[in-house]
């Protein structure tokens, strides 16, 4: 018997269903859809990374290719797959330089072929709570970047969104930190989770600010407030918040448990642990990691642009 | 009598026939353009360049609207803008949030009134040596980033383009040292010149890359090879360059005048001081600023999104 009231749910338990859901769905295809992944750094983590998905990809039915290209090359690289009616699906491993030039190749990948949902398009319409790229026809929906929509759906799983209220207000009423406001996640997970009703807390090195959609939720669109660090950082607003997610990309970074009040949901979704095992003596329900969720969204975002081609193709 | 067998050129004595051409261009339009500045830093050094801006505008003709905006606010207030038949250019004073958030407000200015011609489209394109938005019918020209468009007006000016050689290839047997490789100027302005036929040595704190079109100007746009810092640093390779250029953003950066060879065009486009006085011993032209130019540039470019415009129009 467990001596916590709490429970730590796996990743690859809540990405049960999308993986089936993935199966299913490339079944019913009449093609083996093709993802590539691009390989520009010498980071033995990124080729891990890069054969799990392999693997992901093979077990469930795709095609992978990684294709190991100089820094130098790799754009014209992306250029290439772009216009290579053989590929479905783009990503990179990044960092490539590190530095700025990444935003750039970021951009590079055609939105058409962009599984990770890195484009400005994408993310412009994730700020701007825009969920179709075809409005007002709505037909096909736009792309979310797969980390903040692995944590959507964690928290689906989780219950924190209320099936009862209606559909882009599941998460009215409830209180979120987000420690980490990386423009790749933390930003975009602040937003994405205020557009969906809830108060967001997004704590930064320094700073914490507010994501709402204000009070009754009136407006459209999340807004953002700046806070006082003293009074709303992340170990003084943590007892206040239903759920807690951390992404410190850091070992040495250990959210304050004592901070967490019993009962809690805890999400973790930095490659480090961001909490030291006695957070499931306080947790309601932790999940300690995520990235089998994010790579069923990977999957699922890449039949998502194959879905939307066939409507445009269709017109 | 000057003492130096070379000169020093002024900004303003090269940006004098764009100014003209610019002032020309206005009178001949049946309305007055605007640019819109957004300012949403506290940096003095921004608002002074908004003065400018609006200085030079308004004696040119055009009019200029300076828009404070708290941080959070500014990518609304552009969306606006962007959708505000009123507003002919917008430009951001960056930094503005001073990290990747600012990649994502400079994407956010529609390709269409970006008169700094920061989007990723107008970068793609100067990368690709693609020099018109509507291939193969070409009759919109692609907008270039200011800063780098300044420089090949100020070498064509210095006579570094050869007329005598095809459009195209102006830059041909020439070679650049380029002392900064940041994403917004220095990487794009080598490119830029290796597209134009130039050999570019493009210097980053530690790093050395070459930029060429091959030996013969065979490829159609520029390849990168790194280079042995040690062999090819800046003191190294600056006695056989034909050009030298500098964008160091540090008033202690100096680049070391010994190493530059009597006679040899030096231009720096830093807002610091990156050579001594006695660089004026050893350059035979020397460009000491070229903010003027810079800015003869972004009204440029503001006339050519409206051409742009009227020609899409006329479809």
Redesign the interface.
């Known amino acids: 018997m467990s001596h916590t009231a709490g429970r730590t749910i796996l990743a690859s338990t809540i990405a049960k269903q999308y993986t089936e859901e993935v199966t299913q769905k490339v079944k019913e295809l009449d093609f083996k859809p093709k993802l590539v992944g691009f390989l520009a750094n010498d980071d033995p983590a990124a080729q891990m990374y890069a054969n799990w998905t392999e693997k992901t990809c093979e077990s469930l039915g795709f095609t992978y290719q990684l294709v190991k290209v100089a820094k130098?090359d790799l754009?014209n690289a992306i250029?290439e797959a772009n216009g290579n009616d053989g590929v479905n699906g783009i990503m990179v491993y990044f960092p490539v330089f590190g530095?700025?030039?990444d935003?750039?190749l970021q951009?590079?990948i055609s939105p058409e072929k962009d599984v990770e949902g890195l484009n400005?398009l994408y993310?412009?319409n994730l700020?701007?709570n825009v969920r179709f790229l075809d409005a007002p026809i709505n037909e096909q929906k736009s792309i979310l970047p797969c980390t903040p929509l692995a944590m959507v759906k964690i928290l689906e799983y989780l219950g924190i969104y209320n099936k009862h209220l209606p559909y882009g207000n599941r998460l009215y009423g409830k209180s979120i930190l987000v420690v980490n406001r990386?423009?790749?996640v933390g930003?975009p997970l602040a937003a994405l989770l205020a557009n969906d009703g809830a108060t967001v807390y997004s704590a930064d090195i320094d700073n914490v600010?507010k994501f709402t959609r204000g009070d009754d939720l009136l407006m459209q669109r999340h807004?953002?407030?700046?806070l006082n660090y003293e009074e709303f950082k992340p170990e003084v607003i943590a007892p206040q918040c239903d759920v807690v997610i951390t992404g410190v990309p850091s070992e040495k970074y250990k959210f304050p448990t004592a901070s967490v009040a019993n009962g809690t949901v805890v999400i973790n979704f930095a490659s480090a642990k961001n909490f030291n095992e006695d957070i499931k003596e306080r947790a309601g329900l932790y999940v300690p990691s995520i990235g089998k969720v994010t790579i069923a969204m990977l999957l699922r975002n890449l039949l998502r642009l194959i879905e939307n081609k066939k409507i445009r193709q269709s017109k």
């Open positions: 130098n754009e250029v530095d700025q030039q935003q750039y951009q590079a400005f993310y412009h700020y701007h990386s423009e790749i930003r600010q807004k953002v407030e700046e």
